[in-house]
C-alpha cells in the first residue's frame, strides 16, 4: 500500500512538473521559436520518423507537442545521480530496496515519455511454427522458426536457434540477425545461439508499429520488445537455462540490446558494444564539443531510432531528467559489460568511464559489484572474433561457467580525492581571501590622459596565480631543433592511422616527430597552404595558427577538424595541430599521469606542449615567427587563453565556447568541478568548491592579462556549460581593461543565437578575425 501510494505521488510530481499554464505555455513556444532555426535540416534519405511522418518538423507539426517548459525543470549538469529520489528538489538518497525499486519505477516511466516511447504488455497468444531444421556435422542442430503473436496473430518474429548436441540445459546468447558470426563462436563455448530477425539486415519487427498504434515505441525499441518475444519462446524450451540467457548488440543493436535487458528481467546479461549515443555513452557527454555524435545528430540520421521528443533537449542535454546511465541501471544487479573502442569516432572512452563509475555505485549498494564490467579496446568501430571471445568469458564469469575476471582497465581513472590521498595536498581556502574580478582587475586613474595603473602588475599576478593553480610543473630541456624536413615523421605511431585522421590539404604536410619532436617528444602535424614550400629556405612570411581541439577523447584534433584547418589554409596561414594529453594518440600517455607528476596538473602539461610548439616555430625560417595566433574551441579555447596568458610570444587569440567565470558560477553549470573533479583538469582547484569566491584566479583577468594582444571571445548565448551574464560581465570587465592599453579595437566579443557548437559561422568569424589582425600588423 505504502508503496503504490508513493508511487503515485511521485506520478504526481511529474505531472506538476510537466504541467501546463498560461505563463508556462509561452515559454514553450517561446523554446520551440527559438530551437528549430537550431535544428540540423532533416536528411534526404533518412527513415521516416513515424508511420504518420517523415521528419522531425512534420511530427512536431502534426502533434503539435511543445519543449518541457525548461525554467521549472532542475538542471543536473554532471550525470544524474540513480540513487537519488527527486534529483534536484527533494533529493531523498535511495537506502533502501523499497526505495530503490520506487526509482526504478520512475526510471522506466521517464525513459518511455523521452527515449524509447511506450511499448505493449507481453501478448498471450505467441505460437511457434517450425520452418526449417537441420543437424550440421559437428552435430550442432540449426532451427529456423517463426513466431506469431499479438492482434490476429500478425505480429512475426523470426529466428535461428543454434543447439549445441546434449541434453542441457545450456545458457543462451542471444544477438541479432547480423551478428550470426558472434552466435557461431558461442556455441563452441557451450551456449544455445539465437539470432534474431530485429537488425537492419533483416526486421521483422516494423510492423509492430501498425499493430499497435496505441503506442510509441521506436524502431530500436521495437526490435528491443521482439527480442523480449524470442524470450518468451526461449522460456518454453527444456534446453534452456532459464537463469542465464543473455543479449549482445553491436552499435546501433547495442542501443537496443540495453532498451530490452533494461525493461525484461529475464534477461540475466547484457553486453552492449559500440552503442555510442543512447548506447553505453550518456546524452550528456555527447554535445558538439565531445567531438562524438550528438543528439541532435543522431534525431537528425536516424530520426526513427529514439523518440522525437528527445529532440528538444538539443543543447539542453542537462535539462534531460534521465540519461543512459540511469537507464542501464534498471539492468542491476544483473550482468552489464559495457564495451567499446577507445578511438572510434562515435564514442568517448572518458563518457562512458564516467557512467560506469556511476552504475558502480548502483551494483555496489545491491553487492553485485562483480556483475558489472567495462572493456576499451584499442582500435576503430568495428570487432574481431578477439572481442565475441572476451564478451563470452563475461558471460562464463557472470553464469559461474568459469573464471575469466574482467580487468576492467580504466583511461580516466581520476578522482579528486583519490588525487589529494596520492599526492598528500591539502589546501585550506579560508586562508584564501574572498575576491571578485571586478576587484581583481583594479583601475587607478593616473589623470586626466585615460591611462590605467596598475596594467602590468594584473598580468604579473595571473602569471603567479596561474601557475599555481596549475601546478609545479617539473623541470624540462627545450627540443634541440632545429626542426629540419629531411627527414620527417611518417605518421605518430599505429593510432594516428586507426583514428583516421581526416584529408588536410592540398598543400604539404610535415608530420613534427620522432626523430625531431616537440619538447617532451611530442607529436605536431604542421600544415602549409597550397604553392607555400616548406622545404625551402623561408622568408619568414607564412603566420601560423596553431589549433587547439576540443573534448574530444576519442579522437583528438582528428575527426573533423579538416574543413577548419582548410579554410585557415586557404587564407594563406600554416596551421599546427596537435593531440593534448589523455585524447587521441595520447589517451594512454594520459592514464597514469597523477601517479608520474602528483603535483602538476593535465591542463599545466597542455600548456607546456603549447609552449613546446612556440619554441619550435623559432626554428621555422619559412613561418612568421611575429604572428602566431592561437584558436580553439572549447577546451582548446581555453588552453589557448591559459598559453596566451603564460607566454608573450603568442601574437593573438581566437576562442569559442571556452569558459565560464567560475567564482559566479550557477547550479546550472559545471563550474569548476569541471576541471577539478570531472575531466581531472586541474585537481587544485577542488580544494576550493565549496568557497569559489576564494578562487585565486578567474577567467575574467586570466582574459584581461592577454591585453593588448588582439582577441576574438565567441559566446554562444546558449550554451549549457556557461553562464551568460555573468561571461557578459567579464567581458565588460575585459573591455575596460583593454582600454587602459587604448586598445579596445583589439577585443572583440561576439554572442550567437547559437548552443556550444563551433558552426561554420563561428568559424568564418575566427578566420576572418585573425586575418584582419595580420592585415593590421603587416600595414603597421
Do not use: C
Not at 189 to 209: C, F, M, P, W
Not at 425 to 439: A, G, M, N, R, W
Not at 497 to 522: F, T
Amino acid at each position: 500500500m505504502f508503496r503504490l501510494l508513493f508511487i503515485l505521488i511521485l506520478a504526481g510530481l511529474t505531472s506538476l512538473l510537466y504541467a501546463q499554464d498560461n505563463f508556462s505555455l509561452e515559454r514553450q513556444k517561446e523554446y520551440l521559436d527559438q530551437l528549430l532555426p537550431l535544428l540540423r535540416p532533416p536528411r534526404p534519405d533518412a527513415a521516416a520518423v513515424t508511420l504518420k511522418d517523415k521528419t522531425w518538423f512534420d511530427w512536431q507539426a502534426r502533434t503539435g507537442e511543445l519543449p518541457p517548459d525548461f525554467e521549472v525543470m532542475p538542471s543536473i549538469p554532471f550525470l544524474p545521480d540513480p540513487l537519488l529520489l527527486g534529483e534536484g528538489t527533494k533529493n531523498i538518497p535511495v537506502t533502501s530496496l523499497a526505495q530503490w525499486e520506487l526509482k526504478r519505477h520512475w526510471i522506466g516511466r521517464e525513459a518511455q515519455h523521452w527515449i524509447t516511447g511506450t511499448f505493449p504488455e507481453a501478448p498471450e497468444n505467441l505460437t511457434a511454427t517450425l520452418i526449417e531444421e537441420r543437424i550440421d556435422p559437428s552435430g550442432v542442430k540449426v532451427q529456423m522458426v517463426e513466431l506469431t503473436f499479438g492482434p490476429e496473430e500478425k505480429g512475426v518474429l523470426t529466428i535461428e536457434l543454434l543447439l549445441p548436441p546434449g541434453k542441457g540445459p545450456f545458457p543462451v546468447f542471444m544477438t541479432q540477425w547480423n551478428h550470426r558470426g558472434w552466435a557461431e563462436i558461442a556455441v563452441r563455448r557451450g551456449y544455445i545461439g539465437l539470432v534474431y530477425a530485429g537488425a537492419d539486415s533483416k526486421d521483422d519487427t516494423e510492423q509492430y508499429a501498425s499493430l499497435y498504434p496505441d503506442y510509441e515505441f521506436t524502431t530500436l525499441m521495437r526490435r528491443a520488445w521482439g527480442a523480449m518475444r524470442a524470450v518468451d519462446y526461449l522460456h518454453t524450451l527444456p534446453e534452456v537455462d532459464k537463469d542465464k540467457i543473455a543479449i549482445t548488440g553491436h552499435s546501433r543493436n547495442g542501443k537496443q540490446a540495453l532498451m530490452a535487458a533494461a525493461f525484461d528481467e529475464r534477461i540475466t546479461a547484457v553486453i552492449s558494444s559500440s552503442g555510442g549515443t543512447a548506447g553505453e555513452n550518456s546524452f550528456r557527454f555527447t554535445d558538439d564539443r565531445f567531438d562524438n555524435e550528438s543528439l541532435d545528430e543522431i534525431s537528425t540520421n536516424f530520426p526513427h531510432w529514439l523518440h522525437p521528443r528527445l529532440r528538444f533537449f538539443h543543447g539542453r542535454e542537462h535539462k534531460l531528467p534521465i540519461d543512459q546511465n540511469l537507464l542501464m541501471s534498471l539492468i542491476a544487479p544483473r550482468g552489464l559489460l559495457l564495451s567499446s573502442a577507445t578511438t572510434e569516432g562515435q564514442g568517448s572512452p572518458w563518457g562512458i568511464e564516467q557512467n560506469y563509475h556511476s552504475l558502480s555505485k548502483v551494483y555496489n549498494f545491491l553487492g553485485e559489484k562483480d556483475k558489472l564490467a567495462i572493456s576499451l579496446r584499442q582500435g576503430r568501430h568495428g570487432t574481431m572474433a578477439r572481442d565475441i571471445e572476451a564478451f563470452i568469458d563475461f558471460l562464463d564469469q557472470v553464469f559461474g561457467r568459469g573464471e575469466f575476471p574482467s580487468s576492467n582497465q580504466l583511461f580516466y581513472n581520476y578522482s579528486f580525492e583519490k588525487w589529494k590521498e596520492e599526492s598528500g595536498e591539502s589546501i585550506d581556502p579560508l586562508k584564501f581571501k574572498e575576491q571578485k574580478s571586478s576587484e581583481y582587475i583594479a583601475f587607478r586613474q593616473k589623470s586626466k590622459s585615460s591611462q590605467f595603473l596598475p596594467l602590468d602588475s594584473l598580468r604579473n599576478k595571473v602569471k603567479e596565480d596561474l601557475k599555481w593553480l596549475l601546478g609545479e610543473e617539473p623541470p624540462g630541456a627545450v627540443a634541440a631543433g632545429p626542426f629540419g624536413f629531411k627527414r620527417p615523421a611518417l605518421s605518430d605511431d599505429y593510432l594516428g592511422d586507426v583514428i583516421q585522421r581526416e584529408k588536410i590539404g592540398p598543400g604539404e604536410k610535415l608530420i613534427i616527430g620522432p626523430y625531431n619532436a616537440l619538447a617532451d617528444y611530442q607529436y605536431g602535424y604542421l600544415h602549409f597552404p597550397e604553392n607555400k614550400d616548406a622545404k625551402a629556405d623561408g622568408k619568414g612570411e607564412i603566420p601560423l595558427v596553431i589549433l587547439l581541439h576540443e573534448y574530444a577523447y576519442s579522437t583528438g584534433f582528428g575527426r573533423r577538424s579538416a574543413a577548419f584547418i582548410n579554410q585557415y589554409l586557404e587564407a594563406g596561414f600554416a596551421v599546427l595541430t596537435m593531440d593534448m594529453i589523455g585524447f587521441g594518440s595520447r589517451i594512454e600517455e594520459g592514464e597514469l599521469f597523477y601517479k608520474r607528476y602528483p603535483h602538476w596538473s593535465k591542463m599545466g602539461k597542455m600548456t607546456a606542449d603549447v609552449r613546446a610548439a612556440l619554441d619550435a616555430v623559432q626554428d621555422m625560417e619559412m613561418l612568421d615567427r611575429s604572428q602566431v595566433y592561437l584558436s580553439g574551441y572549447a577546451l582548446g579555447g581555453t588552453v589557448a587563453l591559459f598559453a596566451a596568458a603564460l607566454d608573450d610570444r603568442v601574437a593573438g587569440v581566437s576562442v569559442a565556447s571556452a569558459f565560464t567565470p567560475l567564482r559566479t558560477a550557477s547550479q546550472d553549470v559545471e563550474g569548476l568541478m569541471s576541471y577539478s573533479h570531472y575531466h581531472g583538469l586541474i585537481p587544485r582547484m577542488g580544494f576550493f568548491n565549496a568557497h569559489p569566491t576564494r578562487l585565486p584566479v578567474d577567467f575574467p583577468e586570466i582574459i584581461s592579462s592577454i591585453a593588448p594582444k588582439p582577441l576574438l571571445v565567441i559566446a554562444p548565448e546558449l550554451d549549457r556549460h556557461a553562464d551568460l551574464d555573468r561571461v557578459k560581465e567579464g567581458m565588460n570587465l575585459v573591455r575596460q581593461y583593454y582600454g587602459g592599453y587604448k586598445a579596445s579595437d583589439l577585443f572583440a566579443v561576439k554572442y550567437p543565437l547559437e548552443v556550444n557548437k563551433l558552426s561554420q559561422e563561428q568559424q568564418k568569424d575566427m578566420i576572418q578575425w585573425v586575418k584582419q589582425q595580420t592585415k593590421s600588423r603587416l600595414d603597421q
